[in-house]
């Protein structure tokens, strides 16, 4: 054991310090093994349809012959759907159809899904139609050929029927689009049965997934994840917990969206690598529906953002289910809080793990030991074949708990940013990915986050980049200039700050306004402070430090 990994010795009884050899070639070669072990099992649970793992490997196949045909390997294939059956079935698809998945969130407003389509060059994108009127305000201004939408119950049967009409004629949740060149998941499907399918080999080395995440330079940025990062994470996680999850026997609560990276790799692929029984939650902002259906199944696992965790505490009833079976947790995407995980373990009798990760390290690259009794404050240990340091502005190694940035080595370290060598090559230096976040390690080898270099926000899990409010918001020909901080917040861990300095006087409903025309909901500023001139260095950039510090 080396000194320079004290968390070796913190590590559980019999797990090993690398993962070794890989014992797939890509991503779809791993889902296509699992479906076929697996395939009398339950997959996935959605609104109280279910599909076994069976279906999913013929109807995933289904959708990568028409995929084929219409394109090439390696393109790039978007999809922008919330947790429904349809997207495992995307995912799986493309991946066989050897195209890169990319995901996009579907609150994304026209500016932010119209940069992610070209920069990605998506050919296609599979679009829920409560969705599909944002898009047709941009699809004539990008490369995509092919539209396929679907509809929130296309996959439930005569209840989803009835669904889909209540949703569009009676709820009216459907608005208006015009889009040249549709087709329908379900007759992608159909078509796709009488077409012949091709095993498409790919490489380890190949793009898997185009995962989106702002940088600080606050242009969304696509972090190339291959066969290699996505393959090993899994292997990664999965050695973690080999002594806490078991094969057949899971059955995982899945109300993070899909296409965040932690829930992508967490409960859509490693899940499905114990031939899981996933139960997807559409609406999880509906606590008491989501606590309805939570009581339906005697779960095993549940991952989630604290956010999460806290709503559900705080819904009348959560207490009541059964949590007999269930005997893993796992937070990530954000800090978990003390508060929480307390009473977490006090309601559930599971204690809440905390992890950590990025985007760019597929995501997870430090978790804590499934044997933990109590939350400890720490985002765990490094997890096999994963090397951290912590350094000084310098790039030199810093003592044993002192401060300094967080960087991580290890095979689930994305390839790079796509078409940005520059940013690629700040990020990552030597093989190290340099994470912008303060960190400090124990004598045990335990990682604390303690503040991060970089100005990012993090509202309940998600990215929020100072840059693209401020862009967004000086977008109004009465703004001047702006700066956007994060401030701490109860329930969404951090929320959006804004400072603005305006020609005249303006109100701040009229800003929040306007930011909802080109932002995300997430991203929109919760408090709005008017000020007469911004902080600034000598060379005139606003100092967002002086900001968070009054």
Same mark, same amino acid.
């Given at each position: ?21 890989l014992s797939y070639d890509s991503v779809a070669e791993m889902l296509e093994t699992a479906c076929k072990k697996h395939a009398s099992r339950t997959a996935y649970v959605n609104f109280g349809k279910s599909i076994s793992y069976g279906q999913l490997d013929e109807m995933s196949k289904d959708l990568a012959a028409y995929l084929q045909s219409k394109f090439n390997k390696g393109d790039s294939i978007a999809i922008m759907l919330p947790n429904l059956l349809q997207y495992p079935i995307a995912v799986f698809g493309i ?6 998945? /990319?995901?996009? &969130? ?36 990008? #490369? ?33 689009? &015009?889009?040249?060149?549709t087709i329908t998941f379900k007759q992608v499907l159909n078509k796709g049965k009488s077409l012949t399918f091709a095993e498409c080999k790919t490489t380890l080395d190949d793009i898997a997934f185009l995962q989106y995440t702002g940088g600080t330079t606050g242009v969304s940025k696509g972090a190339m994840l291959t066969n290699r990062n996505m393959v090993s994470n899994v292997e990664q996680v999965r050695t973690w917990n080999q002594n806490s999850l078991q094969d057949g026997k899971e059955i995982v609560i899945t ?16 899940? /499905? ?9 559409? &609406? ?25 965790? &806290? ?59 499934? /044997? ?91 990215? $929020? ?12 020909? #009465? ?15 951090? $929320? ?42 000598? $060379? ?11």
């Open positions: 054991m080396s000194d320079s990994k004290p968390w070796l010795k913190s590590y559980p009884k019999d797990i090993p310090e690398f993962i070794g050899d991946l066989r159809a050897g195209m890169a998945v /990319t995901n996009t &969130n579907p609150l994304y407003t026209p500016r932010e899904l119209k940069h992610q389509l070209n920069d990605s060059s998506a050919k296609a994108i599979i679009v829920i139609e409560n969705y599909a009127c944002t898009l047709a305000e941009v699809i004539n201004e990008t #490369n995509v050929e092919q539209v396929i939408t679907t509809q929130i119950g296309d996959l439930l049967g005569l209840k989803g029927s009835f669904m889909n009409f209540m949703i569009k004629k009676v709820k009216k949740m459907v608005p208006a689009f &015009n889009i040249d060149n109300a993070l969206p899909l296409y965040h990276i932690f829930a992508l790799n967490a409960n859509c692929l490693l899940f /499905t690598e114990y031939g899981a029984k996933n139960i997807l939650i559409t &609406n999880p902002r509906d606590m008491p529906g989501f606590v309805k259906e939570m009581g339906k199944h005697k779960f095993t696992a549940m991952t989630g953002v604290n956010t999460l965790f &806290n709503g559900l505490l705080n819904t009348p009833g959560f207490a009541d289910i059964d949590f007999s079976n269930f005997r893993f947790s796992l937070g990530g995407g954000m800090a978990v809080q003390k508060n929480t995980a307390e009473r977490w373990k006090k309601a559930t009798g599971v204690t809440l793990l905390e992890a950590y990760g990025l985007t760019e390290t597929s995501p997870a690259a430090c978790i804590n030991p499934p /044997t933990l009794e109590e939350y400890n404050g720490m985002i765990g240990l490094p997890i096999p074949s994963t090397d951290c340091k912590i350094i000084d502005d310098d790039g030199n190694i810093m003592p044993m708990g002192e401060r300094g940035e967080l960087c991580i080595k290890g095979p689930q370290v994305m390839k790079g940013y796509l078409n940005r060598p520059e940013a690629t090559a700040e990020t990552i230096v030597d093989g190290w990915l340099l994470t912008g976040d303060v960190a400090v390690m124990d004598e045990n080898g335990y990682f604390k986050i303690v503040d991060r270099k970089k100005d990012m926000i993090l509202v309940s899990g998600f990215n $929020v980049y100072p840059n693209e409010i401020e862009d967004a918001v000086c977008l109004h020909a #009465n703004i001047i200039e702006a700066a956007a901080i994060g401030i701490p917040d109860e329930k969404s861990g951090e $929320v959006v700050k804004l400072f603005v300095v305006v020609e005249t006087e303006m109100t701040v409903d009229a800003v929040k306004t306007h930011c909802r025309e080109h932002l995300t909901g997430y991203k929109i500023p919760r408090h709005v402070e008017f000020r007469e001139d911004l902080p600034k260095s000598n $060379v005139g950039k606003i100092l967002r430090k002086d900001l968070r510090d009054k």
